[in-house]
């Protein structure tokens, strides 16, 4: 066996210091993203996380003539680090893991949800021999990810992908919707369109504004897709964001172009523009159309319901256990990003000019 990779090794190899490359590994901040993904990437072609990783032991066989104890049932630990708003309760997450805990059941494991977002306090709770593999759900941090992967613990994220740690992810095809989508609203006569959503929150949201981008783009020319098409509001923004999309919508008015198609990244914000123009006395759908993205609950109880897409959110959660359950069957083969079609769903928030 060859000697171990230190990380003085790494740091002569990038030719930086020592305390870089352990901040960088660590997670806890400390150094920019680029150097990070630097070291990340540097340590990962010189085999420092497969020296490192913690296998998980094997299922221990009981000697000749010795009666086996009863085994435990084995464990899927499910990672929501976002309690506030990635919570069972919600009815967008709570609906995936409700499929990922449906399918593990069918499986015969058990599930184990975990809130933490502190690598520290993470590591605390986690006990490598009893887990089977992991399911991250929405954001979660690269340094939680990356002990994750150090460990050697198979893994599958939803709706999440981090550049820095590969592994499996299921997604909706998030850019195939938002385009067909932002093609249905020209196709009814909208040509001052805006996409609303920061595209740097989530790999989601970056996809969707690339579908809206692309649309507007095909259709209406490369001019009409520019970055002012982008309304930068966060994903899991509260009440305060109406403040927001109501000055922009006065400054918008005032300037003669106030946007006649709103097309958001998620449905909650959505649900907030619907409530900024009423509070301007835009009228929806008589003078402007707003659509969403999920179609959580709220969305069809809206006033008017909202035209959106309808993302499968139990059958990512039982993809992403199937994806889990043959990584740990052939850990060597490629990764995968599987995308699973939505649907786009009409409702009474468009209107044809």
């Known amino acids: ?3 171990k990779v230190s990380m003085q090794q790494i740091a002569d190899y990038l030719g930086v210091s020592k ?11 400390g150094v920019s993203d680029q150097t990070k ?8 072609q010189l085999g420092y996380f497969a020296q490192s990783a913690t296998a998980l032991r094997p299922a221990e066989t009981a000697p000749a003539g010795v009666k086996p104890r009863t085994r435990q049932k084995k464990i899927v630990i499910v990672l929501m680090p976002n309690i506030r708003f990635q919570t069972r309760e919600s009815t967008y997450w709570g609906k995936i893991v409700n499929g990922i805990s449906a399918k593990l059941e069918e499986d015969g494991l058990g599930i184990l949800i975990v809130s933490e977002h502190s690598v520290d306090h993470f590591m605390d709770i986690l006990n490598p021999k009893g887990i089977m593999g992991l399911i991250g759900v929405g954001v979660i941090s690269s340094s939680l990810l990356l002990e994750v992967h150090r460990m050697g613990i198979p893994m599958v994220l939803v709706d999440h992908e981090d550049a820095l740690i590969p592994t499996d992810t299921v997604f909706v095809n998030n850019t195939d919707c938002m385009y067909r ?26 996809d969707r504004w690339i579908g809206f981008r692309s649309a507007v783009e095909e259709e209406l020319g490369t001019a009409a897709g520019g970055a002012e098409k982008l309304l930068s509001i966060d994903g899991l923004t509260g009440p305060a964001a109406e403040g927001e999309i109501v000055a922009w919508a006065e400054a918008a008015r005032t300037g003669g172009e106030l946007p006649t198609a709103w097309l958001c990244a998620n449905d909650m914000i959505a649900i907030h523009v619907l409530r900024a123009l009423g509070s301007l006395g835009i009228e929806v759908p008589g ?3 707003v659509t969403g993205f999920d179609n959580i609950e709220d969305a069809y109880r809206s006033r008017p319901p909202l035209t959106t897409v309808n993302v499968p959110k139990e059958t990512l959660g039982r993809r992403a256990v199937e994806r889990l359950l043959a990584r740990i069957a052939k850990p060597s083969d490629p990764l995968d990003k599987l995308l699973i079609n939505g649907e786009v769903l009409y409702r009474d928030s468009t209107f044809k000019r």
């Open 287 to 289: 003078e402007a159309a």
């Open 37 to 44: 993904e630097r070291v990340i990437q540097a340590a990962s």
């Open 181 to 206: 989508l932002t093609r249905y609203m020209i196709g009814l006569g909208h040509r001052r369109l805006q996409f609303v959503g920061s595209h740097q929150f989530s790999r989601s949201f970056t």
């Open 1 to 3: 066996m060859g000697k």
């Open 19 to 29: 305390f870089v490359v352990s901040k960088a590994l660590s997670g806890k901040g």
